[in-house]
């Protein structure tokens, strides 16, 4: 019934019980029609009130939802700066021109980078290093720093100068050849991401064993120290989960990796401080293939190897002097010869090309050494870093 219909049958009802039409002193229709609006309108506030309630209800679950661990959102900055793509970097200074993309030998101090032909740029919020990589493209620079009471830290610095964190308070860190993965220790876990631009993406992890640290990386997947004293060492697949139990004992260092993949690296031998070098096979837990015994090698792990596999250089002694030594891995064998390359390496090793290679000595001097010139009996002798003030130690800068 709609309002209108009941208040006239109200008031014909109310009408047909009056005997004497005398006025009232009070309406009893109008007070029902009044009493009648009020609970009309007392419902309707209560409906509106429940549907407002409702409605917050709903926006708070689809708020939730949507911050929900299914949902697509933006890529995972890991540990350290909480978002330094929304605040100004550090500008630099640049002495010279900037360092152009593919430059072949740079170094950085500090705080400064210094390309081979000796231009600088300053870098002023960049700690002591002790890895860097060109980024793909040559936009700038991937930047390990050294170890402090708060672990690692892995910066990006760009070629305008802008320097953001990526990584803080890690334990080691590695970086891919082509600086588009790196891996790290962080507590009790390895993990590995994706870089792109200025962020880590695609961050996996898995439990490690508490002396575990990466070691470098073979193709996508990430080789393991298991123990630093003990030795032992594992290829752990990220996309396959935790690490293999599968441990390789006779493994010492891996200096790197040949074009088909294998890798060249020094495993022990039966005799007490024997060494050899090795070709290891990785779908096989690092099993050898090929050994050679000839060289009297350093077990410090410093070496590298030529992008086309043919040349090694590597850390060793040459009678009772400690030596860096080339050594021609397509002969090795059971007579694997060594010749006098330059001094004792420390840090990266930058091959230019197949025939060329640079290294900085315990001083800090730079060694280009060229292959030619050494087998025809002529070791390459370091030469102070054009730019870098006496006493400042620089860290070489590899490619891919």
Wanted: hydrophobic share 40%.
């Amino acid at each position: 019934m709609r309002p209108d219909e009941l208040e006239g049958a109200v008031r014909e009802t109310l009408s047909r019980q009056v005997v004497l039409a005398r006025p009232l002193g009070a309406d009893p229709a109008g007070q029902a029609i009044r009493r009648a609006n009020r609970i009309r309108r007392r419902r309707t506030a209560a409906g509106l009130a429940l549907a407002t309630v409702t409605t917050v209800l709903l926006s708070v679950g689809m708020a939730q939802l949507g911050a929900g661990p299914g949902q697509d959102g933006t890529p995972i900055v890991v540990i350290g700066d909480p978002g330094p793509s929304s605040r100004p970097g550090p500008t630099a200074s640049v002495r010279g021109s900037t360092p152009s993309p593919g430059t072949s030998a740079a170094l950085i101090t500090s705080e400064t980078l210094v390309s081979a032909d000796g231009r600088r740029l300053v870098l002023p919020d960049v700690g002591p290093a002790e890895r860097a990589q060109v980024l793909p493209g040559g936009g700038g620079w991937l930047v390990v720093s050294t170890p402090t009471t708060a672990g690692r830290s892995l910066w990006v610095v760009q070629n305008d100068g802008l320097v953001q964190v990526l990584l803080a308070g890690a334990g080691p860190i590695v970086l891919a050849d082509d600086s588009r993965q790196v891996a790290w220790r962080d507590g009790g876990d390895l993990l590995m991401a994706g870089v792109v631009g200025t962020q880590l993406i695609g961050v996996v992890r898995t439990p490690a064993p508490a002396d575990a640290a990466p070691v470098r990386f073979v193709g996508d997947s990430v080789l393991v120290r298991l123990d630093p004293a003990d030795g032992g060492h594992t290829l752990w697949r990220p996309a396959a989960g935790q690490l293999p139990e599968a441990v390789d004992q006779k493994t010492l260092n891996v200096y790197g990796g040949l074009p088909d993949g294998r890798l060249v690296g020094q495993i022990s031998t039966i005799d007490p401080g024997g060494t050899c070098l090795a070709v290891l096979d990785p779908t096989r837990h690092l099993d050898p293939v090929r050994t050679g015994c000839g060289p009297d090698l350093s077990q410090d792990g410093v070496g590298g190897v030529s992008a086309d596999g043919r040349w090694l250089l590597v850390n060793g002694w040459v009678g009772k002097v400690s030596r860096s030594l080339l050594v021609d891995l397509q002969g090795l064998g059971p007579d694997t010869a060594a010749v006098s390359a330059g001094p004792p390496m420390t840090g990266a090793i930058v091959w230019s090309d197949e025939s060329k290679a640079s290294y900085l000595d315990d001083t800090g001097k730079l060694v280009r050494v060229d292959v030619g010139e050494v087998r025809a009996g002529k070791p390459a002798s370091p030469a102070p870093v054009p730019g870098v003030p006496a006493g400042e130690r620089p860290v070489l800068v590899t490619q891919f």
